[in-house]
């Protein structure tokens, strides 16, 4: 699921609200969004997830098993091994703020990639007390192909720029062209 950035905050202060509503609202509300979102403990162990973390994770994530995220692995963006004990989520666990504008990608037990940008938030009683956190994970996979594809385009306008043969210069630009139709085809927002 793709969300700008305005959406998805809304949607992390809806979820944000429903957890603060207590154990009746959780499964209603929480469900209800369609981004992935679950609940851990002050310790990082999963207390809750919605639906759309199977669907975003691949696979059931165990309720008091897994510990600090609900993907099966995970990597930088840069494709190293990213151990959960390092994820976002526990950073802001142990760190006890929220964390904003990481991303990361998640691989699901299929082989399957996604890029997202996770928004885990520390819960704290009024006492201030940390009572846990939730995190919310959205799907950017798009949005970084959209990226690449721009990205190719500038690149075969500059070798189209540098070059003086016509026919490579027409190769180029046409390739550009296409290249920046297929980015606007994933982020039509750019």
């Known amino acids: 699921m793709y969300a700008p950035p305005q959406m998805a ?48 994770t691949g696979r059931s994530p165990e309720v008091g098993q897994d510990r600090w995220c609900v993907t099966w692995k995970l990597y930088t963006d840069e494709g190293e091994f990213l151990p959960h004990d390092q994820c976002p989520m526990a950073v802001a666990i142990q760190d006890r703020r929220p964390i904003r504008g990481v ?40 949005d970084k192909q959209a990226a690449f594809l721009r990205a190719e385009a500038r690149r075969c306008r500059r070798l189209a720029f540098s070059v003086s043969d016509e026919q490579t210069t027409d190769t180029l630009n046409r390739l550009a062209a296409e290249y920046e139709a297929r980015a606007l085809g994933l982020d039509p927002q750019a």
């Open 103 to 142: 991303t990361a990608v998640a691989e699901r037990p299929d082989g399957t990639r996604v890029n997202f940008q996770p928004y885990p938030t520390p819960l704290f009683a009024e006492d201030g007390e940390l009572r846990g956190a939730v995190n919310m994970l959205i799907d950017v996979s798009s």
């Open 9 to 56: 905050e809304r949607m992390l202060q809806k979820a944000l609200a429903v957890v603060q509503a207590g154990e009746d609202a959780l499964l209603s509300g929480l469900n209800e969004l369609p981004a992935a979102i679950y609940i851990t403990d002050p310790e990082g162990v999963v207390t809750y997830f919605n639906a759309a973390c199977v669907e975003f």
